[in-house]
């Protein structure tokens, strides 16, 4: 079963980056649409960036000019770069490539 692995989360404080990676060895990047779920604690999950096969991006109005999101295909790996952090974006974030989905990593931003 094709799985994804996702790192890069951790604690920081309110303002600060951080930039999540997922990585999938056995997927062709080039061929899917990826992106990143969030959810933060008690609240149902939010699509918050996505990247088409053929390049193109968008993002939920609640990330937008803070987050990006981009991809190194000959690396089979998904990034999401996140700046400006509020504490609203703490919770688990989730990448998905295709059909593969990986099992999150907890952001928290303290304030």
């Known amino acids: 079963q094709v799985h994804l692995v996702e790192s890069g989360g951790g604690l920081v404080h309110v303002g600060g980056s951080l930039k999540l990676s997922c990585v999938g060895s056995e997927i062709n990047f080039r061929l899917k649409s990826a992106g990143w779920y969030h959810q933060a604690p008690g609240k149902q999950r939010e699509l918050i960036a996505t990247?088409?096969?053929?390049?193109?991006?968008e993002y939920a109005d609640s990330v937008k000019g803070r987050f990006t999101i981009s991809r190194d295909s000959a690396k089979r790996t998904l990034f999401l770069q996140m700046n400006s952090l509020k504490s609203d974006d703490t919770g688990v974030y989730s990448c998905y490539v295709g059909s593969a989905w990986g099992q999150g990593t907890q952001v928290t931003v303290s304030s």
């Open positions: 990247i088409a096969a053929g390049g193109a991006k």
